[in-house]
């Protein structure tokens, strides 16, 4: 029989009663006033559900990408906005502990596990989402440093953060195995931040522009060799995007129970509106959904922990759950009707807070054209 072990089962525990105690009650204020939330951050330090995958070494629990996994569903469950604030950190210091050194993890590991703050991860660029070989951003050489100019959009958690993993090339006339991966204080000259950006969803995880203006960056902050950022970056891809999958499928499951439970309510025509066809074979599909995308995502994580190439069965749970994800939340405001259309409840927030996984971590389309390349890899 397929089960999570015990361990796991106990992490998956504390994170949902977590969120439906500290998150769930929330969602809708922060929702509303667009804040980042602070406290609920410092609650979830408090019992060990932020910066999960530090190892503990460094202070951290050393989590599973699977132990990721089960937290990020639980907490976006609740509400996916706060979830991406709280878990950002996770992504921002993977390019450090794929490939920083010893000296570096001592410096700015520290700085989360132990003071508190927060990191971004900055990769997208105006011009540049998708393609990634395409970013602008250079840093030159200079003596003992790098001289970095540029900017990054749509960087999750900067306007919060207090450095970043910026991604430059080191060549501007070459491709992406110029690019290289620097850590940058916010504080240096030359760093600075926009306000945080109006979005259709997720809003407590706040993002913003990112400019870099001439700024410093020591030598000893680039993260590996120059021009190994390229391949640091996909090397992220492979651990974080289980994660993704896996907080999608927290919206999609909230999607289904909040419909079936109303669809269980509401009546029409002397009857449970779930009694018609038109609308129980959707709830039918939506737990079909959540099933399988469960599976595919925490098939990924498994691999990844297993030190198994995982690209294809991220890059599938990506796809498949970010799907799973709005259509589930789509069909949910359906099975409501009018109500759903309402910030009066709650299903309205979900479909909004939706539609970012099907572009973030690469979009959909982008998984389908790794899935494809896969393919051929192996035949």
């Given at each position: ?15 949902m009663?977590?969120a439906?105690r500290?998150?769930?009650?929330w969602a809708e204020h922060y929702?509303e006033?667009?804040?980042w939330p602070?406290?609920?951050?410092h609650k979830?330090r408090?019992v060990g559900?932020?910066?999960v995958?530090?190892p ?11 132990e990721e996994?089960?937290i990020?569903e639980?907490m976006?469950y609740?509400c996916s906005?706060?979830?991406?604030a709280l878990m950002l ?9 794929i490939?920083?050194n010893?000296?570096?993890k001592?410096?700015y590991l520290?700085w989360?596990?132990?003071d ?9 660029e ?6 990634v070989a ?12 790098y001289?970095?100019n540029?900017s ?15 991604f ?5 006339d070459?491709?992406?195995?110029s690019?290289s ?5 916010r ?9 945080p ?11 913003c522009q ?5 700024v410093e960056?020591p030598?000893e ?18 651990k ?10 927290g ?16 009546t ?5 509106i779930?009694h ?7 709830l039918s599909?939506m ?5 399988a995308?469960r599976?595919?995502?925490y098939?990924s994580a498994?691999?990844?922990?297993n ?5 294809m ?14 259509k589930?939340a ?9 109500n ?9 927030k979900?479909m909004?807070?939706a ?5 973030y971590?690469g979009?959909t389309?982008?998984?389908q054209?790794i ?9």
């Amino acid at each position: 029989m397929y089960e999570l072990p015990e361990d796991v089962r106990m992490l998956q525990d504390l994170a949902m009663d977590f969120a439906m105690r500290e998150i769930l009650p929330w969602a809708e204020h922060y929702d509303e006033s667009d804040e980042w939330p602070w406290e609920i951050f410092h609650k979830a330090r408090e019992v060990g559900l932020v910066n999960v995958n530090i190892p503990e070494e460094y202070g951290g629990i050393g989590a599973s990408v699977l132990e990721e996994c089960v937290i990020s569903e639980s907490m976006a469950y609740a509400c996916s906005g706060i979830q991406t604030a709280l878990m950002l950190n996770q992504l921002a210091i993977l390019p450090l502990l794929i490939a920083g050194n010893e000296e570096q993890k001592r410096l700015y590991l520290p700085w989360l596990v132990d003071d508190g703050k927060v990191a971004a991860y900055c990769m997208t660029e105006p011009d540049a989402g998708s393609d990634v070989a395409g970013i602008k951003s250079t840093a030159l050489r200079k003596g003992d440093n790098y001289i970095l100019n540029g900017s990054k959009t749509w960087i999750t958690d900067g306007p919060v953060a207090s450095f970043f993993a910026v991604f430059a090339k080191t060549d501007p006339d070459a491709g992406h195995n110029s690019i290289s991966c620097f850590l940058v204080e916010r504080d240096w000259p030359g760093v600075s931040a926009s306000k945080p950006l109006k979005k259709m969803g997720q809003h407590a995880a706040q993002a913003c522009q990112v400019f870099f203006e001439n700024v410093e960056v020591p030598a000893e902050n680039r993260l590996g060799e120059e021009g190994d950022g390229f391949k640091i970056g996909m090397k992220v891809f492979d651990k974080s995007r289980p994660g993704v999958s896996a907080a999608a499928l927290g919206v999609a499951r909230r999607a289904l129970d909040e419909a079936v439970r109303y669809a269980g309510e509401r009546t029409a025509f002397g009857q449970p509106i779930s009694h018609f066809q038109g609308v129980g074979f959707m709830l039918s599909d939506m737990a079909i959904r959540v099933e399988a995308g469960r599976h595919l995502a925490y098939k990924s994580a498994w691999e990844v922990d297993n030190g198994i190439r995982n690209t294809m069965s991220a890059a599938m749970a990506k796809a498949f759950c970010a799907e799973a994800a709005m259509k589930n939340a789509t069909d949910a405001v359906q099975v409501f009707g009018g109500n759903g259309y309402s910030k009066e409840f709650p299903v309205e927030k979900l479909m909004r807070d939706a539609k970012i996984y099907q572009i973030y971590e690469g979009t959909t389309q982008i998984q389908q054209m790794i899935i494809l390349r896969e393919l051929y890899r192996s035949s």
